[in-house]
Each structure stands twice: as structure tokens, then as C-alpha cells.
């Protein structure tokens, strides 16, 4: 995802503005060139994030195209809300990483004493 993370941020700064400019709510349909940055895993997580963790009963994801389940995500708010949270967990990770190798060279090692 990392390859895709400025393309991605470009796209969603686009949405953004053209949201901010709107004098009226903006509901435009998801740009389906998107699909090309995200797996079919990623939009299902997408369309449970929107529904509280879980998928509703009436879609049948199974027999669902990337592109009708575009439809189903609805708004591009999810699919940015979804990608903040994974880039932010992302540089949690990094961050906890680099904590960690900061201690293992900062931990004195104990000599024996004779």
C-alpha cells in the first residue's frame, strides 16, 4: 500500500477541496479508477467500518463486483477515513519500532563481577 500512499493522498486532497469549495453538499460517486489502489479485502473492511464492524445480510459480497461494491461503500469519507487509520497505524508501528531498538541500544549490558 506503501507505493500507492501519494497517489492515494492526491486523490483524496482533491475530494477534500472540492468538498470545501461546494456550497451545497457534494454526493458525487466514488471515481472507479480508485479500485486500482485497493484489493477486494480492503473495500469488504471499508463496508464493514461503515457498518459498525460487520456486514449487513442483504449483500451478497460473494457474487459482488469491485465496482458495485464501490456503490455500496457510497461516499469517499469512507474510503479516506479507512486509509487515515492504516497509514496512522502504520507510523504507530514504526514509531514503537524505533522505541524499541533505542532501548536495546540504550540498555547497559550487565558485567559479571568476579
Same mark, same amino acid.
Given at each position: 500500500m506503501n507505493t500507492h500512499k501519494?497517489?492515494?493522498? +492526491?486523490h483524496f486532497s482533491a475530494v477534500l477541496r472540492k468538498r470545501a469549495?461546494? %456550497?451545497t453538499e457534494v454526493t458525487e460517486?466514488?471515481?472507479p479508477q480508485i479500485l486500482?489502489?485497493?484489493?477486494? +479485502?480492503?473495500?469488504i473492511?471499508?463496508?464493514?467500518?461503515?457498518?459498525?464492524? %460487520?456486514?449487513p445480510k442483504e449483500y451478497n459480497l460473494v457474487e459482488m463486483e469491485n465496482q458495485e461494491l464501490l456503490g455500496i461503500i457510497g461516499d469517499d469519507m469512507y474510503i479516506i477515513s479507512?486509509?487515515?487509520q492504516q497509514w496512522s497505524q502504520e507510523q504507530q508501528d514504526?514509531?514503537?519500532e524505533v522505541k524499541a531498538k533505542k532501548e536495546v541500544i540504550k540498555s547497559p549490558k550487565t558485567e559479571k563481577k568476579k
Open positions: 501519494r497517489p492515494l493522498m +492526491k469549495l461546494a %456550497t460517486a466514488i471515481n486500482k489502489f485497493f484489493t477486494r +479485502k480492503d473495500l473492511q471499508i463496508i464493514a467500518d461503515k457498518h459498525g464492524g %460487520t456486514i479507512y486509509m487515515t514504526v514509531v514503537t
